[in-house]
């Protein structure tokens, strides 16, 4: 059975890159190029890592152009796996997930962002087809043998991202977030149980 820890009080995205950048060989699944999606800032600490990123559609700054659902690397060969919003993107999670267990060493470890409460972002050759809970990630991930599951906003920042419209905006809203959230408290409002309305939920696993 699967080890599940919420983790509401940390961000685990860079401390999961830290991780990440200590493995002998690191596969970046759907990066459209190397270093993207937020990972620019960690890219000096995976000097001398194996690192390869993968996407579907070509790019003259990959390493490998091929599909998620049926990855083309060897069984068991990388000790990490960066898998940052592509879930969303594929008709077949339950497969690129299948494949992401299957490409990890035992032990490895795989790092993903899904979105859940989150405006549609599909485009030409990139479709934009689902939105996970908190309960469809622990099913999509039951193979694993650890999960660590961050939402990334709580109900009020959620709510305040969407009311500016997802924008650079959204920086100055966030400011009200806890004071909106001791206001809501102090007047006896009851908020959903924290981490079931989030923008989306960051994902550490370990095979």
Known sequence: MIKVEMVTER??????????????????????QR???????????????????LD??????????????QLPFA???????????????????HTAVREIYRVLKPGGIAFLYVPFLYPYHGAEGEPDCYRFTRDGVLYLFEDFAEIKLQPVDGYVGTLL??????????????ILERPLEWLVERLGGRQPRRGTQTTGYNIWVRK
């Open 56 to 69: 579907i559609l070509p790019s003259s700054d990959l390493d490998v152009v091929g599909d998620l659902l």
């Open 35 to 53: 270093f993207h999606k937020q990972l620019a800032p960690f890219q000096e600490l995976f000097t001398g890592v194996q690192y390869y990123c």
């Open 11 to 32: 961000d685990i995205f860079e401390e999961s890159m830290r991780e990440m950048a200590q493995r002998h060989l690191v596969l970046d699944l759907g990066g459209r």
């Open 75 to 93: 069984t068991e060969i990388a000790g990490g796996v960066i898998c940052h919003s592509v879930l969303e993107h594929v008709y077949e999670p």
């Open 161 to 174: 991202r969407f009311m500016a419209g997802f924008t650079r905006l959204e920086k100055v809203t966030l």
